[in-house]
């Protein structure tokens, strides 16, 4: 009796993993990410065409870990870098889905290099 009920378990649980379609849910996420990737794109080509003081410049990294560029904290007087990599400032940049895509993609490893390209 007993191993005809894990025969049914047995059964039971390959067909519920049968009907989970993981491809998709690696496509799903996949195009979550390009999306994020996509939308930090747009914000720093942006934020490098409004840039009255250094035209074409691209944001220092954050590497405090809150999102917001801070001075003498991420970035000294005149622009110079605290350092050239770190990750991507999403809160001045205004980018959510930024934020949403170090969070649940990356998790705390999310770095840019941006800095690098000035």
Not at 23 to 32: C, W
Not at 67 to 81: A, P
Not at 105 to 118: N, Q
């Amino acid at each position: 009796m007993l191993l005809v009920v894990m025969l049914i378990g047995m059964a039971a649980a390959l067909l519920v993993y049968g009907m989970v379609d993981t491809d998709s849910l690696v496509l799903q996420r996949n195009n979550n990410v390009a999306a994020a990737f996509e939308q930090a794109k747009q914000a720093m080509i942006g934020r490098a065409v409004v840039d009255q003081n250094r035209p074409g410049s691209l944001p220092c990294p954050d590497i405090d870990n809150d999102g917001v560029l801070t001075l003498n904290v991420d970035y000294f007087s005149g622009g110079v870098c605290a350092r050239l990599i770190g990750r991507l400032p999403w809160r001045t940049l205004d980018c959510r889905t930024c934020a949403m895509m170090q969070a649940n993609v990356c998790g705390t490893h999310c770095p840019t290099c941006s800095a690098t390209m000035r």
